[in-house]
């Protein structure tokens, strides 16, 4: 029964990160094409769209695909704890992904009045730094589930 | 519970916080970079108003003086200041050179004549900035004037000069984590005669 609990539970989170990877950044990404800047419409070049659409989706179906395996690995586990820091490791190379699909700095044409660039370079710096605690925290956890291996065991066969 | 989970837990909470945080403000810090673009006339660019002052000596036609103002407004509508607004202005000329390449042929030219950028500070949230950009001779590249009497066509037009400006505004928004910079294109400002 547990284990169905696990797959479901591993099923969720893979929707969950889906929707907060891919779903909403392509949402966004499509609505900034239709603004309307002093009147006129954003023009943004096709071929950058689809480069940035590119990474995201990659980097996203990865991202996801170890959120099912995070979450669907039973509580303390070390196969947990590996995937959770591969998660993390993949989550930091999809915000850098970010940068180097130009997403981070992007221009938009605004014809017949001039363009508009908007960078977030700084804000995905700031996000990398949080991504660097929470690097800390999963190997921290790899090494506690490893020390403790028998006393969580124990635990889990008492619950 | 083992009091290395107990860490774990705080060290967690923390960084739960630290996302919140920045998500929060990166969420409304790109709501209001879509307000402030989206809002009609949230650069007003006063042309109409522009001081265009420039004095070519008649007998040596030499540029002796050159003043430019040109008055604009930024309208902030959304959740936080906008800091470090800094504005680069490079005027254009368009005219006709006479004999160029080539003597018998007249070729239209562009040629940036003047560069400078005016630093402005932050404009508070929900508030409307109202500034004025000066320009002097001595942001003038003389050089690259053409000889009003040997050079220019005047027979083309009018106005034989045409002067374009190219505004180019740099910001900083919530709390520096988002940069924008709006770029206004080949805005006429005025033209000799």
């Known amino acids: ?24 950044p392509m949402l966004l990404f499509s609505w900034v094409r239709t603004m309307v800047v002093q009147g006129l419409p954003l023009d943004f070049e096709q071929q950058d769209y689809v480069s940035v659409i590119f990474w995201l989706t990659a980097f996203g179906l990865i991202i996801s695909g ?3 395996f995070t979450y669907s690995s039973p509580k303390q586990s ?7 820091l591969i998660q993390v490791l993949v989550n930091c190379l999809y915000l850098w992904s970010y940068k180097f699909s130009g997403a981070s700095d992007i221009t938009f044409v605004i014809a017949d009045f001039g363009y508009f660039t908007l960078n977030i370079s700084q804000m995905i710096l700031v996000y990398m730094g949080v991504y660097f605690l929470t690097l800390v925290l999963k190997v921290y956890d790899i090494i506690d589930f490893s020390i403790n291996r028998e006393k969580i065991r124990e635990d889990r066969m008492k619950a | ?41 949230t650069i007003e660019v006063d042309t109409a108003n522009a001081d265009f002052d420039l004095q070519i000596n008649n007998t040596t036609f030499v540029i002796e003086a050159f003043n430019f103002t040109l008055p604009f407004n930024l309208t902030n509508a ?3 200041d906008l800091e470090n607004l800094n504005l680069t202005i490079n005027l254009e000329i368009n005219y006709s050179h006479v004999d160029y390449p080539t003597p018998g042929v007249n070729t239209t030219r562009q040629l940036q004549i003047f560069t400078k950028s005016e630093y402005f500070g932050t404009i508070p949230k929900g508030t409307k900035g109202t500034f004025s950009f000066t320009g002097d001779l001595s942001n003038f590249d003389i ?5 009003v009497t040997t050079e220019v066509d005047w027979y083309r037009g009018p106005p034989a000069i045409e002067f374009y400006a190219n505004l180019i ?9 988002h940069s924008i910079t709006i770029g206004i294109l080949d805005l006429p400002v005025g033209g000799i005669p």
């Open chain 2, 1 to 41: 519970m083992r009091p290395s989970r107990v860490f774990r837990i705080i060290f967690r909470i923390f960084i739960f916080l630290l996302t919140i945080s920045i998500t929060l403000v990166s969420i409304l810090g790109g709501l209001s970079a879509a307000l402030i673009l989206t809002t009609p006339d």
């Open chain 2, 143 to 147: 050089g690259v004037f053409p000889n």
């Open chain 1, 78 to 84: 070390i196969r947990r704890g590996v995937f959770a």
């Open chain 1, 1 to 24: 029964m547990g284990a169905v609990k696990n797959m479901v539970k591993g099923f969720i989170f893979a929707a969950i990160y889906v929707v907060t990877t891919i779903v909403i």
């Open chain 1, 66 to 68: 170890c959120a099912f």
């Open chain 2, 169 to 177: 505004i740099n910001l900083d928004y919530s709390i520096g984590l």
């Open chain 2, 78 to 80: 959304g959740y936080f």
